[in-house]
Structures are given as C-alpha cells and as structure tokens.
C-alpha cells in the first residue's frame, strides 16, 4: 500500500470510527433520556454529592466534616471529601496527587494550621483529611467513618506514614 493512500485512510477512516462510536453511544442511551437524568444507584448516598459542600474557608471545613461525623459515605473517597469540606470537587484524582501537586509543602511537620490539609502515604492513593488546628484531623476511615483524631489519641501519628500538610484554600490546580 502506498505512502498516500496509508495517509489518506489515516485521515478519514478514523474519525470517521470516532463519529460512529460517538452515535452508536448516542443511541443507546440518549443525553435528554428521563432514565439517565433522573435515576441514580440505590447504594450511592445523597450525602457524597457536592451539595452538601463545604463554605470554603477553614474553619467551614472543620464544620462540614463535624457535620458529617459518623458518615460512611465517603469510604474510599478521602480526597473527594475533603474538596466537599471546601465546598468544590473534582479537582485531584486522589490524595497522592494532590499532594504531589499542591503547594507550599510542609513535610513532617506536626503543626498544620486550622483546615490545613493533612497527608499520609498509607495506599496507592494516600489519605487526606483536614487539621483541626490543635494536634488532631478529621478524615474519613477513622474507624470506619467519618471522624475526628485529637492530639490525646495521637493526632497525626493515628495513621501510618505522615506525610505532612499544604495550607487550607480551596483545592485548586
């Protein structure tokens, strides 16, 4: 096969896939379908949506997650619930990228200010939650929950791996 017909078909028959692949998705389960704006899994909470978020500031923050104390919610979700706490979501994929990814960073220091977020390497994802100012955080897997940590039951050494905490402000990339 020539150099020019190989170019030729690179330059119509893919997007001419990509176009089909879009409608076929289109047909099957069309954007304005009452079923795929109305209906959501009987298992997903209401409590995880972004609107139960946060106000933005520090101390809301705290605020949201002692409002949420006790939730199940978020199990697997520490960084979405820590962006809810600031009252946004979707902005790191997880607590390790948004460690690596926010800034200025405090590594190893044991003294995070009000709503800082705090970090431990303890998973392929990390763990994130919010200082509470006085030695403690909250976080989601306290116990299987939502929770607090103070200083008195170990603060930042109540999971493995501490990493260090970046100043409170909403997430952003």
């Not at 995070?112 to 977020?117: E, M, V």
């Not at 170990?154 to 402000?169: D, E, I, K, Q």
Request: with cysteine; net charge neutral; charged share 10%.
């Amino acid at each position: 096969m020539s150099t020019t017909v190989k170019r030729l078909l690179s330059r119509t028959v893919k997007p001419a896939a990509v176009a089909a692949l879009a409608f076929a998705a289109l047909a099957v389960a069309p954007a304005t379908s009452e079923a795929a704006v109305t209906a959501a899994p009987e298992n997903v909470s209401s409590d995880v949506s972004i609107l139960s978020a946060g106000d933005g500031t520090p101390a809301g923050a705290v605020q949201w997650y002692a409002n949420h104390n006790g939730s199940t919610a978020y199990q697997g979700y520490c960084e979405k619930a820590a962006e809810n706490a600031y009252g946004t979501t979707g902005v790191w994929a997880s607590a390790n990228a948004h460690w690596n990814g926010a800034s200025p960073k405090h590594p190893g220091n044991y003294s995070p200010p009000l709503g800082a977020f705090v970090y431990w390497n303890i998973s392929a994802y990390g763990h994130v939650g919010i200082s509470d100012g006085a030695g403690g955080f909250w976080a989601t897997s306290v116990n299987g929950h939502i929770g607090h940590v103070t200083k008195a039951m170990g603060g930042y050494n109540y999971f493995n791996n501490y990493r260090g905490w970046t100043p409170a402000a909403v997430p952003h990339q």
